[in-house]
């Protein structure tokens, strides 16, 4: 069974940072990407950033550009998304993804794995 555990999150003021991450249970080489989401409540979940495996080539939410970073970690087994100048309309649960089936790499629907998410709140 494959797990993905998310840490990192938490309140901040608007302008400043987080770093969250995501620890999949098995080496995340055997996927092609991974990725971020986050939704509020009654909203649909928002692809925010993607990275591939192979060639780390990355995607990017226009909401975010310039100020979210996604990247993985050399152990294999984890990536990170670096959030800068945060805003309170970033506020959301945050929540990771891997493996693509098929669709869309920033479309919720084409994941097969997810975390069970982490809070980001951020006040202005």
């Known amino acids: 069974q494959v797990q993905l555990v998310e840490s990192g999150g938490g309140s901040v003021q608007a302008g400043g940072s987080l770093n969250l991450s995501c620890t999949a249970s098995?080496?995340?080489?055997?996927?092609?990407?991974v990725a971020w989401f986050r939704q509020d409540p009654g909203k649909a979940r928002e692809g925010v950033a993607v990275i591939t495996i192979a060639d780390g080539t990355t995607y990017y939410a226009d909401s975010v550009k310039g100020r979210f970073t996604i990247s993985l970690d050399n152990d294999k087994k984890t990536f990170h998304l670096l959030l800068n100048n945060l805003k309170p309309e970033d506020t959301a649960m945050y929540y990771c993804?891997?493996?693509?089936?098929?669709?869309?790499?920033?479309?919720?629907?084409?994941?097969?794995?997810w975390g069970q998410g982490t809070q980001v709140t951020v006040s202005s």
């Open positions: 098995i080496n995340i080489a055997k996927w092609d990407y």
């Open positions: 993804a891997a493996d693509i089936s098929a669709g869309n790499v920033l479309t919720a629907s084409s994941y097969n794995y």
